[in-house]
């Protein structure tokens, strides 16, 4: 297995500059462009949007109509996946299932409307290992018509840089990458949009992770609330407070109260690392209001399930051997096969069993569509479009496909994706 010559994580101690904000009542337009990040006093060069790393922060109101323009300015093909929206299939942004590449000096112009409030993303989804890494991402708030009453918005994304000896941006290729949890970076950071806050301020935290790979682990200090989202998606009833998990593409809303400095720590490894901290001077009076859940957005129930379908997960280092050509296979195949997995006519409920054949977990995404984690009774519990199946563990997912189009699924770890751990399936 691939040890990291450098096991010691390093926080970030520069604040990140807050991202600029595009309001999305004109449309939008994201150029690629490269970007200096500065971490610990030296200069990182990522590729962000606009100028800015992260992409800037696209907000705009539920039902309203996102109009955003993609401009290659980079010397490679790209394209936009916009993560988590219910949108239609043509705007999905997924190369050979939706569209081809936007070349090199070539523009695409993505317009759809916005079903669901919550926290989703954005992000490249070509050569996506590569492009994401390198900082081509960035947050898109579909704002309730009705918002919870806070005192501050604030988008928290979670980030790890892989860096080289240099303490540059690390391009090189790492076989072992391939083969087990992915592309660890050794730099850890957040990028809050406010780094100030009073003591009685309520708080919205959006977290999100974008990383490619790493799974955070987060701990909240200083703030007494609860997780009121998942992945965009309201909790019936808001859950109290512990420890985050975030796998790649995976976001959490957090409604609470800051009781003292708001620290945002990393806590997988044996000593918390802290990511960034949102810090109060003076106060507020104390809300007495209690925490209520966000409105639900409106999704389609689950019906009876007309099909069940199993998605293994295999390879990987200390893998049983499987039928792909990659590392990384689903269902025996590495990559897209000729035929989708699941076929299904507009509307059917299918139960897709998720079994983790490896010694790694897996986040496995779906695109176009939320769907139900289930419990043992295969009783709906929570929405999500992300998942993390842990090591040798399974979990049946509900999905209503109800969204016409060839729909991706993958596991969100990009290594993975990259080398094989890919499917798709067919809504009629
Ligand atoms: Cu967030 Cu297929 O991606
Ligand atoms: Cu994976």
Not at 121 to 129: A, F, K, T
């Amino acid at each position: 297995m691939n040890i990291n010559r450098r096991q010691l994580l390093i926080g970030l101690s520069a604040a990140a500059l807050p991202q600029p904000i595009l309001a999305a009542e004109s449309s939008v337009i994201l150029r690629p462009t490269r970007v200096g990040l500065s971490v610990n006093g030296r200069m990182i060069e990522m590729l962000g949007f606009n100028n800015s790393v992260p992409g800037p922060e696209i907000r705009l109101p539920q039902n309203d109509t996102l109009s955003a323009r993609l401009e290659n300015t980079l010397e490679e093909g790209t394209m936009i996946h916009w993560h988590g929206i219910r949108l239609p299939n043509t705007m999905d942004g997924v190369n050979v299932l939706t569209q081809d590449a936007v070349i090199p000096g070539g523009s695409f112009d993505y317009r759809f409307a916005v079903p669901d409030a919550g926290t989703f993303w954005y992000h490249s989804h070509y050569l996506s290992l590569d492009q994401v890494s390198r900082g081509m991402f960035g947050p898109l708030i579909v704002e309730e018509r009705n918002p919870p009453d806070v005192d501050q918005d604030i988008t928290i994304q979670l980030l790890d840089i892989l860096t080289d000896a240099e303490g540059n941006f690390d391009r090189a290729f790492h076989p072992a990458h391939y083969t087990t949890e992915g592309r660890l970076g050794d730099v850890m950071t957040a990028f809050s949009s406010s780094s100030q806050t009073r003591v009685g301020e309520r708080l919205r935290l959006r977290l999100i992770n974008p990383s490619v790979d790493r799974v955070f682990k987060i701990a909240l200090q200083g703030l007494s609330g609860v997780v009121v989202a998942l992945d965009g998606m309201p909790l019936a009833e808001p859950q109290l407070l512990s420890e985050l998990v975030l796998a790649p593409g995976q976001r959490v809303d957090v409604i609470g109260d800051v009781e003292a400095d708001v620290h945002v720590l990393e806590q997988s490894a044996s000593k918390p690392l802290l990511l960034t901290k949102i810090s109060p001077s003076g106060s507020r009076d104390e809300r007495q209001t209690a925490f209520a859940p966000l409105p639900p957005n409106r999704l389609p129930q689950p019906g009876r399930i007309t099909q069940s379908v199993d998605l293994v997960m295999q390879g990987g280092a200390g893998g049983k051997p499987h039928g792909g050509f990659g590392s990384w296979a689903l269902n025996d195949v590495s990559g897209l096969p000729r035929q989708p997995i699941i076929s299904a006519g507009r509307g059917e409920t299918v139960l897709i069993r998720l079994r983790n054949d490896t010694a790694f977990p897996h986040g496995i995404h779906l695109h176009g569509h939320h769907f139900w984690e289930t419990d043992e009774s295969q009783a709906p519990t929570v929405l999500r479009d992300t998942t993390l199946v842990e090591a040798g563990e399974s979990r049946e997912i509900l999905c209503v496909l109800d969204n016409p189009g060839a729909w991706l699924i993958h596991c969100h770890m990009l290594s993975h994706q990259e080398d094989g751990m890919a499917t798709w399936l067919l809504v009629a």
